[in-house]
């Protein structure tokens, strides 16, 4: 039986093994390029339930997130959880966040919820049933860039037992930071 011709042999061979540490070579090269570039802009997520809440806030942590709440009941707390800069929490989208219609009452987050943002936030359509704590502390945390901007529009709490609401903590010396609480 006749050897494979040459291109075959070569093709999934050393010339592989070239391409493959050419394209590893070119790619280390461009990381200090990449690390020049601006900060990460955020990811869409849709989610339907209290586990993927749970993983979107996780992954909010290190990469900025546009949270999508479907409408509906979301029977989980978050304590002390950092946010990057950029992220956003936004209820009221319909079933695969096709679309979008926030009234009072349809994304709903139960319990004590305390977000510690390392930029700029936004919180919009969400029905509270508990607190929602927005801190910062510069003797135990990261700075916040200045302009950062933190946004609560379109939202409410209702029902909440005794120290329940909107609590912000914000404890800077440097920081330029705007909290606005809008309609």
Request: net charge negative; hydrophobic share 40%; charged share 20%.
């Amino acid at each position: 039986m006749a050897p494979p011709p040459m291109e075959e042999q070569t093709m999934f061979g050393r010339t592989a093994q070239r391409t493959a540490q050419r394209v590893r070579h070119a790619l280390i090269a461009a990381l200090p390029i990449l690390s020049m570039a601006g900060p990460a802009s955020a990811i869409d997520l849709c989610v339907s339930t209290a586990n993927q809440l749970a993983d979107a806030i996780d992954a909010a942590r290190h990469v900025p997130q546009t949270i999508q709440l479907v409408q509906g009941t979301y029977g989980i707390a978050f304590h002390n959880r950092q946010l990057a800069a950029g992220t956003s929490l936004r209820g009221g989208y319909t079933v695969n966040c096709v679309d979008r219609d926030i009234a009072l009452g349809n994304t709903i987050l139960l319990g004590e919820d305390a977000f510690f943002p390392l930029g700029d936030l936004t919180i919009e359509g969400l029905t509270f049933h508990g607190r929602l704590d927005i801190d910062h502390d510069q003797d135990t945390q990261d700075d916040v860039p200045s302009g950062t901007d933190i946004v609560v529009r379109r939202s409410a709490f209702v029902n909440a037992p005794q120290g329940g609401g909107l609590s912000f903590y914000w404890n800077a010396d440097d920081d330029n930071v705007t909290i606005r609480i809008c309609r």
